[in-house]
């Protein structure tokens, strides 16, 4: 998490009144009203004033981007309707205040919220009564938070094999694992939602098999749960290392609440960590585990950290952060080894550790969807509007194998802001709202008071353009094939990975 803090009041207070012509036509002026941020924004057609403060994780708006009649979070890419407030697009779920805008003579004026109606779709005939979501995801939630936002009034199931309801995973490695972030922020939603929303939320539920002919899913007892329109959000499950010396009780990974229940708690008796795997997630870890005191080891088979992901030069710049930190690298290395007090490497080499945390990476949940006879080719095969290769059946997440961007290609992304935004298309498209899923992909690493956005998608690439100063954290890395730009990961530059973002769309 990058942070609590939200935007200080500044700019003109609206309430007093703003000529009109300080309002940029097709922009936005920020100012405030009795103190509270506002975004006072100006089209042909009139004035619409909403709330400076992303919903999300309280991201400043104004320094943002405006993309027609929306904006987009600085620090995430949370997207919102100018005129509504509407969150349109993950990782905010919350619209934002819709404000009162009048105008008097050649001054506007913001004097009061108003409210709003979001849109809805109209109930139809064709709209399947019974909705099954298997996951309690990122892709699970948000399709289920998006069918009732849009005001579907059938049934709905949401199956999840987890024990704690929907939480905001991404802050499980980062500050909760730290210790700044207490445990309320972590659901994304508190416990009466659901029961608001009409959502059968069943947690610890694993479903055995989905019978596609009877149109069921089935649970581990043999319960029979009916649907006319089914999502398969079925997530990434940690992979572990093979062998009985890492199936100690003092072996974690990292992917659920109780996993990160379970490190924090080994920490309170700990001196020292090894973390099995540079991974996103391990080095995120790391830096976690060094804000509670903790002396961490990572051991990685790579020379250097996130080099497949993000280069060599961005790879290197994380590894300086670490080594700062007072992180230890053991690089080109391979733990062999745990007795349950000490790593041995291969190369001999022995660690203390009072636990071990693996971050060697996830693998799809495929099993439900092979055995009900889906089409599968290392993801569940879906086509833009998130269609399994069964009618009635949709695949979101972290399964999901879709098209991308030039045609042949077919993605299968491990990013909770892409899963959340898969579940939000599946959902409209059950409602008979043709979307298709064209968003680049984006995701964000905090490593101590750094943050590493990235957009697009590069498996490979033939050259790696850099402007500006890695080292100062305020560069932009493009990653290309040929004369194309697949994907940017920005140091300090916000507003440039959200124009990229714009720009890899499609």
Known sequence: MDGSRTEEAAGPDFSRGVAITQAPLDGFLAGHVSGEPVLLVRRTDGFWAVSATCTHYGGPLSEGLAVGDTVRCPWHHACFDLRSGEALAAPAMSPLDAWRVEIEGDLVFVRAREKTSLPTTPAQPAHPGRIVIIGGGAAG???????????????????????????????????????????????????????????????????????LPAQEAVGPNGERIGYDALLLATGAEPIRLKGPDFERNNVYVLRSLADARAIIAATHHARCVVIVGASFIGLEAAASLRARGLEVHV??????????????????????LHEQQGVRFHLDATAVAFDGDRVTLADGTRLDADFVVLGVGVRPRLQ??????????????????????????????????????????????????????????????????????????????????????????????????????????DATVRFEAGDRLLAAATLGRDLESLRIGEELRG
Not at 299 to 318: D, I, K, N, Y
């Open 141 to 211: 939630f948000a399709a289920a938070e998006m069918l009732r936002r849009r005001g579907y009034q059938g049934s709905l199931a949401l199956l999840s094999a987890d024990d704690a309801p929907p939480c905001d995973r991404p802050n499980l490695s980062k500050d909760y694992l730290a210790g700044t972030a207490p445990e309320d922020w972590i659901p994304l939603k508190p416990p009466e939602f659901y029961a608001e929303h009409a959502i059968d939320l069943r947690l610890g539920f694993e479903v055995a098999r989905v019978d």
């Open 299 to 320: 051991v990685a088979p790579e020379s250097t950290p996130l080099e497949r992901v993000m280069g060599q030069g961005l790879g290197a710049f994380v590894r300086n």
């Open 368 to 473: 439900l969807a092979i055995d009900a006879g889906l089409a599968v080719d290392g993801g569940v095969i879906v086509d833009r509007m998130m269609r399994a290769s069964h009618p009635g059946v949709y695949a979101a997440g972290d399964i999901a194998r879709y098209p991308g961007r030039v045609a042949g290609e077919a993605w299968r992304i491990e990013h909770w802001v892409v899963a959340e935004r898969q579940g939000q298309v599946a959902a409209l498209n059950m409602l008979g709202e043709p979307t298709e899923f064209i968003d680049a992909p984006f995701f964000w690493s905090q490593h101590y008071d750094q943050a590493i956005r990235y957009v697009g998608h590069a498996q490979a690439w033939d050259a790696i353009r850099l402007d500006g100063s890695i080292e100062n954290a």
